[in-house]
């Protein structure tokens, strides 16, 4: 029958059209994005990455997700916030005038309430504005505890 086979090539067509139209938006609109490389968060005289084990290794995934490097070097660097590494354990001198040692608690409320406890030097605001979008995930027990473990990794 003549007019079903019409009917069958006009389908493939549309199909065909529609394809390669929806694959050429998926390459235009909605580009692959591009994960920060785990380089990126390797410090540069630190522990190598592949020795991280157990919780810190988790915080540094949750590091590399969350987009902390960002901001935060594991090298001794400044660029928005304060460099990480070597943290865990010394003081640091807060806005307020007083300072506090950075502690599991410490760095639990720096994560979790940027703006409660501003690093002197540094301006309050900015963290806080931009994990916000993570801040049920962070909140989590167990992704704070890695992330401090990761921190403290770092020295
Ligand atoms: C948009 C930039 C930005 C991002 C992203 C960011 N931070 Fe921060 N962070 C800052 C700034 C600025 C400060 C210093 C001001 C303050 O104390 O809140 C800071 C402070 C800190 C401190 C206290 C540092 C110190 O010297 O006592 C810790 C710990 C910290 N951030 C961890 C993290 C972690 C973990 C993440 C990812 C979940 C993260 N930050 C993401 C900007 C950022």
């Given amino acids: 029958m ?3 086979r019409l009917r069958t090539l006009l389908v493939l067509v549309v199909a065909t059209a529609l394809t390669v139209l929806l694959s050429a938006c998926g390459s235009t609109i909605f580009p692959t994005p591009t994960p ?7 410090p540069a005289s630190g522990t190598p990455t592949a020795q991280l084990t157990g919780l810190a290794a988790q915080g540094q995934q949750l590091f590399v997700k969350y987009q902390c490097a ?5 090298t001794g660097q ?16 807060l806005t307020n ?30 963290m806080s ?19 401090v473990a990761f921190i403290q990794s770092q020295k």
């Fill in 70 to 74: 960002i901001c935060h070097s594991l």
């Fill in 129 to 147: 504005s931009h994990i916000g979008q993570f801040e049920t995930e962070i909140a989590q027990a167990n992704n704070l505890d890695a992330l």
């Fill in 78 to 93: 400044r660029i928005v916030g304060p460099p990480l590494n070597g943290l865990y354990g010394s003081t640091v001198p």
């Fill in 2 to 4: 003549p007019v079903l």
């Fill in 97 to 126: 005038g007083t300072s506090v040692k950075a502690d599991d608690a410490y760095l639990k409320l720096a994560i979790l309430e940027p703006d409660a406890q501003v690093v002197n030097g540094y301006q309050s605001g900015i």
């Fill in 36 to 42: 920060t490389a785990f380089s990126e968060v390797t």
